[in-house]
């Protein structure tokens, strides 16, 4: 067999594993998941609407937050006609505090596509079109309600499977999304796809859980590579790509005679509740010359009165997910403006180190002597 690609390669050796694996692993785990089911409203029912909600209810929400709104949601709309009779109103207001509210608005607006198709889909193809239902969710119900032979893969699948066959391949990315349905596929007994199923789900949910995994009483334990190598909380691998953004900071140092101004960060944002010198935001790379005559800049400072000093420029300081670009100059005025357009303070320069200021800041003062 010739395989010409490493992705193949990859997959190939997987779906080796999951055949040779497949006595182990999922006959030990639905074992474990007849001692350790949860007993919960939506398990007993081959009913798919009912697990629709559930499966849609749990998406980012945990078991024991959704389980009331799942009751509510049930007894004030115990079918699909009766969801797609309601108004969007009525479905936001039960759903009010459970966040992520286009959930709501999809389930709404696909309670309306069964009604029109004449009734629950029961073909994962058809069940996938519905708004708002993704592989995960369509496999859940394909496989609960129908019995059809479709492998879930949530956070907890990604994290019992890559730590079992220690899988370095990132979760988050297209390939290992697509490296790991294909395992969880291959895994599937024949014939016990639901069970399968919620036997992985509440596995990772009870068993191995994200930390202090329960390995000392786990019965995968002898095949588990994660474990064998002492590598339980190096799985799942995630791709460390993260979106680094740039912004541009152009601080400065107001002073009048010898107190100088600060504020105080009142927005969701960066450093909130600390303090820093006057501060202009600029969308790209802004030179002194060009920002000394920018309308965003207060006409006190832009005014000849104004003594100003470029101190610095360039200065980047890395943040997890942005990194800053700061140029500082200090400005020198005869009076206090009140017109900064946000509430200033007054500080005495010796008193600086009594406010908390960004570590951006402080060593910007330390390297010009300003505290
Ligand atoms: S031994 Fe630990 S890490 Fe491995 S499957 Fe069991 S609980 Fe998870």
Redesign the pocket.
Known sequence: MLLGTLKELILYRLSVFARMKDYNFAYKLLAWYQENRRVLPWRDTHDPYMIWISEIILQQTRVVQGYDYFLRFMARFPDVDALAAASEDEVLKCWQGLGYYSRARNLHAAARQIVEWGGFPERYENIRQLKGVGDYTAAAIASFAFGLPHAVVDGNVYR?LS??YGIEEPIDTGHGKKCFAALAQELLPEGKAADYNQAVMDFGAL??VPKN???GE?P??GG?I??RDKR?QGFPVKSRALTVTERYLHYMYIEVGEEIAVFRREANDIWKGLYEPFLVETPTVCAPEDLLVDKKVPSFIRSDKAVKTYLCGGVRHQLTHRTLICDFYKVELEDKPDDFGRSACWVKKGELPNYAFPRLVVMLFEKFGLW
Do not use: E, G, H, S
Request: with cysteine; net charge positive; hydrophobic share 40%.
């Open positions: 019992v730590r079992y068993q191995c995994p329960k390995c786990c995968l334990v588990c994660a474990f339980v």
